[in-house]
């Protein structure tokens, strides 16, 4: 017979990930230095949940997904320190464009359960009015805009199909880089405290996923 991994035990795996992402948006709400460093590390140590169940996840291929999608989450939290003359914004999109393809991939091999709802549509209605609103203001990134936003709906629609900490977690994930287009291209009209929330958001989102899949895939041996 066999059961769900009990929340406590995912409670303690994510601990680590947990205590590093609310120290990093207070340093960010306080300037501190360590802001930077903590970044960095969030993405691995979110990993860390993942490998530590690794055995009990089945099948084996969403392991693949799950951890490629938070390598090139990494590298686009990261691209400032690891990649510091190369261009900072097309460099992101294109490493979270890649972490959104593994995530879309995990959704729909592995994670669905039911059909995308109506509501839906709501994904395909925040893009057309993301592209009216920045379009303007992107430049010769607009294609490039354009085309990471498909993916980033795509994600959050596709997580509308699978455990319920999934797909809130894809409305976060789409809430932080929503505000982050807008502090990117239109700054005036994010507050003071974007950076925080952005990465509040972001956290929860990145968070819920892994969580989500977590709580899908793996089972234990019931005693």
Same mark, same amino acid.
Request: glycine letters at 8%.
């Given at each position: ?9 995912? +409670?303690?795996?994510? %601990?680590?990930? #947990?205590?590093?992402?609310? $120290?990093? /948006?207070?340093? !960010? ?20 949940? +993942?490998?530590?169940? %690794?055995?009990? #996840?089945?099948?084996?291929? $969403?392991? /693949?997904?799950? !951890? ?25 999109l294109g490493f979270f464009g890649i972490a959104h393809l593994a995530y879309i991939a995990l959704f729909a091999r592995y994670l669905a359960r039911r059909r995308m709802p109506w509501w839906a549509l709501v994904f395909a209605a925040w893009w057309l009015g993301m592209v009216l609103a920045l379009g303007p203001h992107t430049g010769d990134l ?82």
């Amino acid at each position: 017979m066999q059961r769900r991994v009990p929340i406590p035990t995912l +409670v303690w795996t994510f %601990a680590p990930y #947990i205590i590093v992402s609310v $120290a990093h /948006v207070m340093f !960010l709400t306080t300037g501190s230095p360590l802001a930077g460093p903590t970044k960095i590390a969030l993405m691995p140590l979110l990993a860390l949940p +993942v490998i530590a169940l %690794a055995r009990r #996840i089945a099948p084996r291929g $969403a392991i /693949v997904l799950i !951890l490629a999608a938070l390598l090139f989450s990494w590298l686009g939290d990261s691209v400032g320190a690891f990649f510091p003359t190369a261009p900072e914004l097309p460099l992101m999109l294109g490493f979270f464009g890649i972490a959104h393809l593994a995530y879309i991939a995990l959704f729909a091999r592995y994670l669905a359960r039911r059909r995308m709802p109506w509501w839906a549509l709501v994904f395909a209605a925040w893009w057309l009015g993301m592209v009216l609103a920045l379009g303007p203001h992107t430049g010769d990134l607009l294609i490039a805009v354009a085309v990471y936003g498909i993916v980033l709906g795509a994600t959050a629609a596709f997580a509308t199909r699978c455990h319920p900490a999934a797909m809130v977690g894809g409305v976060f994930f789409l809430v932080s880089d929503t505000i982050l287009a807008f502090r990117l291209f239109l700054p005036d009209a994010v507050s003071p405290w974007g950076s925080a929330v952005i990465m509040l958001t972001y956290t929860l989102g990145q968070g819920l996923i892994v969580a989500g899949a977590l709580l899908a895939l793996t089972r234990k041996k019931a005693s």
